[in-house]
Nanobody, 114 residues
Framework: QVQLVESGGGLVRPGGSLRLSCAAS????????MGWYRQAPGKQRELVAA??????TSYADSVKGRFTISKDNAKNMYLQMNSLRPEDTAVYYC?????????WGQGTQVTVSS
């Protein structure tokens, strides 16, 4: 069982930066896929960035060059978001997929507005 808690969301002006954190507790397997998703009002949840247990990363085209996913040795995951745009406004969720199961955090709101 894995528990995930996101933090770091908030209101930021266009062009600004935020760093989201995801604190994981429980047992993380040796093979996993960690990711950040987002869901804007009226839209489907979409994958923003992913990180594999082999340290590979991938990003949605809309955030490439602006967002960076990372993980520390204490099972925490991060999403550094730079050059934020109004269209980045959404609830952001962290997730872990391992051993055939997907775990989700409760989400953190990111609002980009002037």
């Amino acid at each position: 069982q894995v528990q995930l808690v996101e933090s770091g969301g908030g209101l930021v002006r266009p062009g600004g930066s935020l760093r989201l954190s995801c604190a994981a507790s429980g047992t993380i397997a040796s093979l996993y896929l960690m990711g950040w998703y987002r869901q804007a009002p009226g839209k489907q949840r979409e994958l923003v960035a992913a990180l594999t247990s082999g340290s590979g990363t991938s990003y949605a085209d809309s955030v490439k060059g602006r967002f960076t996913i990372s993980k520390d040795n204490a099972k925490n995951m991060y999403l550094q978001m730079n050059s934020l745009r109004p269209e980045d406004t959404a609830v952001y969720y962290c997730s872990v997929f391992q051993l055939g199961k997907t775990y989700w955090g409760q989400g953190t709101q990111v609002t980009v507005s002037s």
